[in-house]
């Protein structure tokens, strides 16, 4: 019985967990970038003796990201940009490479250098990028090999990177990753767009719909583990 509230208490503590990833999902839900997030839950048990096992109740194991692409939003901005296919932009992140899917770029007002939301710049094979202030918007194309021009002048190249196994890079916040000790680069090119960029890959109704399943769980095993403590409970006072 003292197992079974164990159990219990471990399947509350999990469902709870999931509860927060799926809220966090559906927070993120139109964050230009975002990949979903989902547990990987084990059942753990403990051998007592060779006759004997206890369930100890499930736990989140890891948490993996799900590298499906998400959904592309048509834009009249020049600057932004989404990755056709499998691929991350790179940014400069205090000299570590910070990966994403989020292709909205700005143009810095000081320094004239392409960057996202943060102000932080994207690179640029050759270093940042930089374009003229008397440049205009409209002037500027981005090609599907990430060469960027301002009117007939190049003035530099996206760098856009894949890898061999998307599940090695580390997160980093909600909208990026930086590469893993054991992430390898791919030889396979990097296709970009222009006036468009990427969404979360979280699908709104199918999170409702986890939310309200894994809702009605909580209830169960709440209800569950009441019972075996009010049973308890009785048998001790006996």
Do not use: C, W
């Amino acid at each position: 019985m003292i197992n079974g509230l164990y159990s219990g208490a471990a399947a509350m503590q999990t469902l709870a967990k999931q509860q927060e990833l799926i809220s966090s999902n559906l927070m993120h839900a139109n964050s230009s970038g975002h990949r979903r997030v989902q547990p990987a839950i084990k059942q753990r048990f403990e051998e007592t003796s060779p006759n004997t096992t206890l369930d100890l109740g499930p736990e989140v194991e890891a948490l993996t990201s799900d590298f499906t692409p998400g959904r592309i939003t048509p834009t009249e901005r020049p600057l932004d940009i989404s990755i056709a296919g499998d691929g991350f932009f790179v940014y400069e992140n205090g000299g570590q490479p910070y990966l994403t899917r989020n292709g909205r770029l700005f143009r810095d007002p000081v320094s004239n250098a392409l960057v996202n939301e943060e102000g932080v710049p994207i690179r640029g094979e050759n270093g940042p990028i930089t374009i003229d202030r008397d440049v205009s918007d409209r002037e500027i194309t981005i090609s599907s090999d990430g060469t960027v021009s301002a009117g007939d002048r190049e003035v530099g190249r996206i760098q856009a990177v894949a890898y061999e196994n998307n599940g090695t890079l580390i997160p980093v916040g909600a909208l990026g990753f930086t590469p893993g000790p054991n992430s390898v680069e791919s030889d396979a090119p990097v296709k970009i767009t222009q006036f468009g960029h990427e969404l979360s890959n979280v699908q709104p109704v199918s999170e409702l719909i986890a939310l309200i399943v894994n809702t009605r769980q909580h209830e169960a095993v709440e209800k569950a583990t009441r019972t075996l403590s009010d049973s308890l409970k009785e048998y001790i006072r006996s």
